[in-house]
């Protein structure tokens, strides 16, 4: 049958506004849920790297959700080396944001972005031990 279309070969057009595109690759290159508590706000490329600057989002602290905590700027980046992308290594630099309670303190939201005692993504981690033990 000539006209017959094998359904295995087919590929789908889906239209994309911009965000979407950024927002789906950066999925595919970030670690997993960075997105969910972080912005891309710059990202800087070289020949031998690619730094990704990511602020956290405006999103208080769950356990303080709802007493009048103020965003009061962000703390001192942290560098995080994840996988090498097309040749080139790539830093993520992470501002976390502080966040001043009514009595005064300032906390901070937890995330666990690096592996323990390393300056690297838990991901890439986990792939180096597989392939070097």
Not at 24 to 35: K, M
Not at 95 to 104: A, C, E, N, T, V
Request: a positive charge; charged letters at 25%.
């Amino acid at each position: 049958m000539k006209n017959k279309v094998d359904q295995s070969s087919m590929c789908y057009l889906r239209v994309f506004n911009t965000y979407d595109v950024m927002k789906e690759l950066l999925d595919l290159i970030l670690p997993r849920d960075v997105l969910a508590c972080f912005e891309v706000v710059k990202v800087c490329t070289t020949s031998a790297r690619i730094d990704i600057y990511l602020d956290e989002k405006n999103i208080p602290p769950a356990e303080y959700s709802g007493q009048g905590v103020l965003s009061k700027g962000f703390t001192v980046p942290t560098s995080i080396q994840d996988f090498p992308l097309r040749g080139r290594a790539v830093y993520l630099h992470v501002r976390r944001r502080k966040w001043q309670l009514p009595s005064g303190d300032v906390v901070s939201n937890k995330f666990s972005l690096a592996a323990d005692g390393t300056r690297y993504s838990r991901e890439f981690v986990s792939f180096l031990k597989g392939i070097l033990g």
